[in-house]
């Protein structure tokens, strides 16, 4: 349970750390989340580096860089969306999405869950619903920003399978090359973008963007050892 509660925890602290600079006047944070996936990049290569956590597999890299790229494109859609409905509801949308792999392992694993899991599926359907909904007092929610909603919700549920699909596929000593497959391909990403806007990070932006990427890093190794601990 414990790893459980600090994956939230964590995974939260990046949220609003993305929303407390989204709204700062003259914050640059396409450079803060750049720096946190080059700094999640540099710690799960250190990790690797450890004698004991050198284990890897076809399946914990190609799960590691669908995660990596999941990460890469949530980030933009995650700032969209909290732009759209703030922090808050964007973290309920990321924790919601859940369903996704619980569908696919019905579908596919056999995962077979119970009356109490089931009532909570339904629940937690409902929730987005409720969540996804704008009053048409408020002018109602436009095509494009359900799109983007909706993006989030998909890429979020599709990096919680793909972190499924390591546990199904994997072992659970290859969790640190996991790490690295994910944070190169989302660092690569964020290497590129910042050569493209041809701007240098600031030194502000370098130590939010390195604390962010730790609580990543964590938060993902986190996840994945909790559902080893709780398989299925």
């Known amino acids: 349970m414990h790893f459980v509660i600090l994956n939230i925890v964590l995974s939260s ?6 929303r407390w600079y989204q709204v700062r006047d003259g914050k640059d944070i396409m450079s803060v989340g750049a720096v946190n996936y080059i700094t999640g990049w540099i710690l799960a290569l250190v990790l690797f580096s450890l004698p004991e956590n050198r284990s890897y597999s076809t399946h914990a890299i190609t799960w590691g860089a669908v ?7 949530g980030f933009f859609l995650l700032l969209g969306t909290m732009k759209l409905k703030g922090a808050a509801k964007a973290a309920v949308f990321a924790r919601l999405s859940i369903i996704v792999p619980i569908a696919v392992g019905v579908a596919f694993w056999g995962e077979r869950p119970n009356v109490v899991e089931w009532v909570g599926i339904v629940l937690a359907s ?9 009053p048409a007092s408020q002018g109602g929610l436009t095509r494009a920003a359900f799109i983007t909603i909706a993006l989030f919700f998909m890429v979020a549920g599709g990096s919680r399978l793909a972190q499924e699909s390591f546990n199904h596929l994997a072992k659970p000593q290859e969790q640190f090359s996991f790490l690295v497959a994910n944070f190169t391909v989302s660092a690569l990403g964020s290497a590129i973008m910042l050569w493209k806007r041809n701007r240098w990070p600031t030194w502000h932006e370098y130590w939010m963007g390195g604390l962010v990427g730790t609580s990543n890093v964590l ?3 986190f996840i994945l050892k909790a559902l080893d601990f709780y398989p299925g």
């Open 67 to 73: 995660n990596g790229v999941g990460y890469f494109a």
């Open 13 to 18: 602290v990046f949220v609003l750390a993305m």
């Open 219 to 221: 938060q993902t190794l």
């Open 126 to 134: 409902m929730s987005l619903i409720l969540l996804g909904h704008t």
